[in-house]
């Protein structure tokens, strides 16, 4: 009688087993290529851009943001406990990309370091250069069409196509292939760099993208936009940037594309983690925060000029130095102090 539950038990285990076989993989599942996950993090580095990326032990180091975040870029480092990183890229010579890089090449040993150019006339870029030389290390152009691994994931090079006279379109744009998830980073290559791809029959279709050039309106196109199909989008911002970014006009296209958007401003680290198959999304702080509401937001503080007496909205074009600026939680308050609007953004 035992005897029989037993071969029982054993005809139900291998049907069960059988069953589950059949099941898995799904017909068209690339899980099998993905053994672990790629981790994205992107860094609030307020107006700048700064993305880390894990997987299967190996890191690549997207951008650094500004010179002031050199600490908090090797902090973050530190705290994940990386030594070494497999790239470095600084996606072009602006400070609020290449600023911060210094502070991880004063952190961890890099194997190699790719930017668009060798040169570029400030002392952010030279002490990128300075601390890459220091490593015994040397600047790597990367060309379109490049292709390397990081872990089980896959980066392409796909921009920039041309020599571009304007510094932001020189940016390198990767894409990185994670099983059937894809990331698109541009740095602030704008709508040229983007026509270029599009002309040059790129796959630039991306299940995530890094809005181009902190969601200003001079990048992500409504072509571009379809090209791409994101289903999630991250813009890296400063809260209250003298650029207004990001632009209302940005932000309208994501929701007219139906994109799900992460925002740095709102919500400090954002990180993204892949499976190969799908991305969860994970935030520092206000997980659900309206990042692209269709009424705006009203103003939450206002900026006042220590020197001119003159109060802004923290969009205006025209903010004083951050030494004279203070401020104010409500229009009211500036007013009773002797302080009169701006003419220009009206608060
Ligand atoms: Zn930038
Ligand atoms: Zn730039």
Redesign the pocket.
Known sequence: MIKRIQSLYIVLLSALLLALTACSPLPGSSASSVEGALEVHFLDVGQGDAALLLCDGASMLIDGGNVADSSLVAAYLKAHEISRLDYIVCT?G?E??VGGLSGALNTATVDTVFSPVQNFDSKAFRDFVHYTKLQGNTITIPAPGDRFSLGSAQVEVLAPLQDYED??NTSIVLKITHGSVSFLFTG?AESLSEEDMIEAGLDLNATVLKVG?HGSNTSTSYRFLREVLPEYAVISVGEGNSYGHPHEEVLSRLRDADVTLYRTDMQGHIIAISNGERVTFTTQRTAKAPTNPTEKAPTSYYIGNLRSLKVHLPTCTSLPAEQNQIRFDTLDEALKDGYSPCSACRP
């Open positions: 072009h602006h609020d990309h510094t932001n602030d050039h």
